[in-house]
């Protein structure tokens, strides 16, 4: 392979003896008074000064006094990419191989730090080698950070991570420290600068987005902030040149645009309208670029109202976010208030109602903006989805909505001193190895990276393209990509062809136009009628009501995972319709209906003990294949008797998977994910720390076996303080050796006492307040078929039981043969584990 030589003179822009005299000159007087300017621009492994493509100059290390005693390695990239947006700061670096800080003087208040990264190879440095710890003082910025890993998986050549701290000194501590945890590992920065600001995170006017409710918001004035997105909406990227006086870059919000809803229309100020700042909203909180232009929903009233204007932002899991909205209503004839009104949705929850540019900025022409805050609940990347919608109850004129700049600001974790957020994952073609072994004249240009103060586009121009990759929860090839909209028109794409889709007119007349008669149940999501297809097939449609506080996402999910899973212990979801902003799920009947309407408050007959056995266990077989058939596994997140549904045959089926998630959980590494589920069955420690793992799911089926075993409510406020929980009373009833005085009496005789015991233990041990503790649930459907096995033959096994002795497998990994522990056959062992593993064959 041909191989391409470049040579670069050590200052990348070739100066004449007289410019060069002059830019020294020019340098030591800005060193001079670098603090009193409040701007500092460090070229790292420069040896002089040297002015980048903007005209701005860059003081080189070597006697520079922000670092007296220089130490590591100065070096210049092997190769420059076409698209660097300048040779200052990033063609040359400086190589660190142990600790080292730089002392920057500034004056105290709060600043913009901007660190800026070329990962390339430095003569003989690997670039995957590169992972290391950057803090400012005790705040962690960047933590194993890799910034080649970054680099090719949003396929950018270049990085400029932005944050903003607030000094209460004069002076800033900067250390770059190689990963202890790589070996050979090295750190590296091209480029440093700081930019002395105001205080621009206001609090005032905050408020925290929270199950579609908010609430005032403030931080500390000490909290550090890490800038994620700054967009222009509407309008052209702008250069840090053309900024109000930061240096921030502002991205053109076009890479960000859900692809499949409705993209808007962009919009300019009119030619003889003048932007006003306000007294609220300083000059310097955005350039007025970024004011003169907007993008809204676009002119047609009927369409606005049958769709969003959505963005989707990929962000770190586990940190609180600052929204900024920029708004100024630029184009007549809108110029009063009430003319036009509309909700700003984050993540599908209401962040604002009747939301009227003119009443908040006080009219055409001015400026104005808005924060809210959320928390980005999840594991490693997840998106924010913002989406704007008309919103009619005060009768406005026009049926749109405007958005003129968007920005989000990362805040610390108060607990760990943290910013840092993972390394973004890299594609699965992807090799580090080989791509750094490669020549660099085979590396075709990339598109532009992140430029000046834009820190941080990171992986969203990726992730928009690839979302439904990212969020694939099977190795299925049938898959659909929706959006999170609160009003849907259409899911636009859907590729799975095991589901239909129905029309509005279709499901009218399936359920006679939704006859209240025909209703079979009620839920969070809505009503669920029974109705007709297809010329007399059975069929339960579920309809959205408008007044839950699900939606759209939860109507996603379902139909996401129905798409991808199929098992004979899962409802089978038959098609969805989402038209005239409906949102209806179409499944198979189940004749018996829930779980639940067999064991207590019902008039239907009591189910015998061995037949509750047998629907335990198709409900262990469902949730076994959910946490085991798929690459990551999935979790249920609210297994509950009235989401265990039974068919003509009585055979149970789980459904309900609205609120499932995708679980990167091995053995019981967690996630961090909002609360949610059904009081009652809730595993204590995901209440408590947010933490949710597969042993969720397991401690709210052990509920529903103490459920199925004593049928009573799981929580009965009319009973005394100590019986109000079934799990808690069922808990003291079993330590006390009392449990069989709660068991439901019409059924009491038929269980033997070794499948009582075996079934008592493994509900037990499901509901222990560790998820450490409790079984995985292939070890709970294993021993729900011994428990079977026990009451079917319990004349061949009465009394091999010895008294203490225990069937429980409870093992961190199930294994792959069944027991030889156990006083059941080999060959009884075997059949049971032959289901455990093939549950097809059942």
Known sequence: ?????????????????????????????????????GLILLDCGASSPNVDDSGRIWDGNAGS??????????????????????????????????????????????????????????????????????????????????????????????????????????????TFAPSAYQNGSYAFV????????????????????????????????????????RLNVGGDAILPIYDSGFYRSWNSDSSY??????????????????????????????????????????????????????????????????????????????????????????????AQQRMDVIFWSGGIGRTAYKDYAIMAIGSGQVDIWIALHPDLSSEPEYFDAILNGLEVFKLQDYESNNLAGLNPPLSQFTDLNSVARKSYDDIPAVMGGITGGSALMLIALFSTFVICTRKKVAKSSCKTDYGHLNHPTELRKSTCDLVRHFSFTEIQVATKDFDEALIIGRGSFGDVYNGEIDGGTKVAIKRFNKKSRQGF???????????????????????????????????????????????????????????????????????????TGAELGIIHRDVKSTNILLDDRFMAKVSDFGLSKASPDIDNTHMSTAVKGTFGYLDPEYFRLQRLTKKSDVYSFGVVLFETLCARPVINTELPEEQVSLRDWALSCWKNGVLEEIVD?????????????????????????????????????????????????????????????????????????????????????EAIFSDIAHPEGR
């Open 553 to 627: 996402h939860e109507f996603q999910t379902e139909i996401e995972m129905l798409c991808n899973f199929r098992h004979r212990h899962l409802v089978s979801l038959i098609g969805y319709c989402e038209e005239k902003n409906e949102m209806i799920l179409v499944y198979d009947y189940m004749a018996h209906g829930t779980l639940r309407e067999h064991l207590y408050n019902t008039r239907n007959p009591p189910l015998p003990w061995q037949q509750r056995l047998e629907i335990c266990i198709g409900a262990a077989r469902g949730l076994h294949y959910l946490h």
């Open 745 to 829: 009496p019409r059924v009491k005789e038929e269980i033997t006492p070794e499948c009582f015991r075996i079934f008592a233990e493994i509900a037990e041990k499901c509901v222990a307040d560790r998820s450490i503790d409790r079984p995985s649930m292939g070890d709970v459907l294993w021993n729900l078929e011994v428990a079977l096995q026990l009451q079917q033959d319990s004349a061949s096994y009465n009394g091999n039981c010895a008294e203490g002795a225990s069937f429980l497998r409870i093992s961190a990994v199930h294994q792959d043969k069944p027991s030889t522990n156990s006083t059941i056959s080999i060959t009884a062992q």
């Open 1 to 37: 392979m041909p191989t391409m030589a470049m040579a670069f003179p050590t200052l990348p822009v070739t100066l004449t003896c007289l410019t060069l005299l002059a830019l020294l000159s020019i340098v030591m007087a800005a060193d001079s008074n670098s603090t009193a300017t």
């Open 65 to 174: 006094k922000f670092a007296p005693s220089v130490k590591g390695v100065a070096a210049t990239a092997s190769y420059q990419d076409p698209s660097l947006p300048s040779l200052v700061p990033y063609i040359t670096t400086r190589i660190f191989t142990s600790n080292y800080t730089y002392h920057f003087p500034v004056s105290p208040g709060r600043l913009f730090l901007r660190l800026y990264f070329y990962p390339i190879a430095y003569a003989n440095y690997a670039v995957f080698d590169a992972f290391f710890d950057v803090t400012a003082g005790n705040l962690v910025l960047l933590n194993g950070f890799n910034a080649s890993q970054t680099a090719q998986a949003i396929n950018s050549a270049y990085l400029v991570r932005e944050f903003s701290v607030n000094v209460s000194s004069g002076n800033l501590d900067l």
């Open 257 to 350: 645009l859900y692809l499949f809803g409705a993209s808007g229309v962009t919009v300019s100020k009119d030619f003889n309208l003048t932007i006003q700042y306000t007294p609220t909203v300083p000059n310097y909180t955005a350039p007025f670029d970024v004011y003169g232009t907007a993008r809204s929903m676009g002119p047609n009233a009927q369409d606005n109202l049958n769709s969003n204007l959505t963005w989707i932002l990929p962000v770190d899991a586990g940190f609180a976010y600052l929204i900024r909205f920029h708004f100024c209503q630029i184009k007549y004839p809108i110029t009063k208030v009430n003319q036009m009104s509309f909700f700003i949705y984050i993540n599908n929850q209401t």
């Open 190 to 229: 091209n480029g440093v600068e700081i930019v002395s600001t105001p205080d621009i995170f206001t609090t005032s006017n905050s408020r925290f987005v929270d199950g579609g409710n908010t609430f005032p918001f403030s931080f500390a004035a000490d909290t550090g902030f890490q800038t994620m997105y």
